[in-house]
């Protein structure tokens, strides 16, 4: 079965902690992994993804993800969060060249961080 | 802003009544994926629409249907709606339909049924 396991569901942490979000899938064949986050109000924005290459990406606003193949995961990390991190964060799969764009999310871990 | 809109962006319906979602697509993109979010929930895939044919659906009833214009813009059409059809509805559009691109979403269009 396809799926994505997110293992923190509610994190709080204080500014300039670091962050680090679980992500676990199940999918038979090559993926594509990704990372969206939901500000309050605001539509999904993609935060960063995989796609092939380095297993170490980098997205926007200091976040980075590693793929671990054999551990078939995705983890999110940061450094230093700030509030305005203060967000539901989502991991997603799909397939590499798969007959659609379908994505399989997680079901998100939401994060409160405090001034 | 990705481009992507959605409307209405709340609405409320009683049960078994009908409704139209409506999703217009960022610049240049031909492809349109549908979510149901519940709360609580990652999105669910509904189905997703390439240059206006359906190619692909996730595990949701035949009373959810859809249809993708000319200009790629799209609508998710709900019938004999249930209590449980409650859920933020999600618009994604990308480019080609079968590669590797990531996907944009919209707003969300609220759902509520009574």
């Known amino acids: 079965a396809q799926s994505v396991s997110q293992h923190n569901h509610h994190v709080i942490l204080s500014e300039a902690a670091s962050l680090e979000l679980g992500c676990n899938y199940s999918y038979g064949g090559t993926v594509n992994l990704f990372w969206y986050v939901q500000y309050p109000g605001q539509h999904l924005q993609l935060l960063l993804k995989y796609f092939s290459g380095d297993p170490l990406v980098k997205g926007i606003k200091g976040f980075e993800a590693e793929f671990i193949k054999s551990k078939f995961s995705f983890n999110l990390r940061k450094p230093s969060v700030q509030w305005s991190d203060t967000a539901e964060y989502f991991c997603a799969v799909n397939g590499r060249g798969g007959a659609t764009n379908k994505l399989i999310f997680g079901t998100g871990t939401l994060l409160a961080v405090q001034p | 802003e990705t481009g992507v809109t959605q409307s209405p962006t709340h609405l409320i319906k009683t049960r078994g009544q009908q409704v139209t979602l409506r999703c217009s697509s960022q610049?240049?993109?031909?492809?349109v994926s549908w979510y149901q979010q519940a709360l609580g929930q990652g999105p669910q895939f509904i189905f997703q629409?390439?240059?206006?044919?359906?190619?692909g659906r996730g595990n949701f009833p035949p009373r959810f249907s859809g249809l993708q214009f000319p200009n790629y813009s799209s609508e998710l059409n709900v019938n004999a709606l249930e209590l449980d059809d409650s859920a933020l509805y999600l618009c994604?559009?990308?480019?080609?339909?079968?590669?590797?691109?990531?996907?944009?979403f919209g707003q969300g269009t609220r759902l509520t049924v009574v």
């Open positions: 610049s240049g993109h031909n492809t």
């Open positions: 629409y390439y240059r206006e044919e359906e190619n």
């Open positions: 994604a559009s990308s480019f080609g339909g079968q590669r590797n691109t990531e996907a944009f």
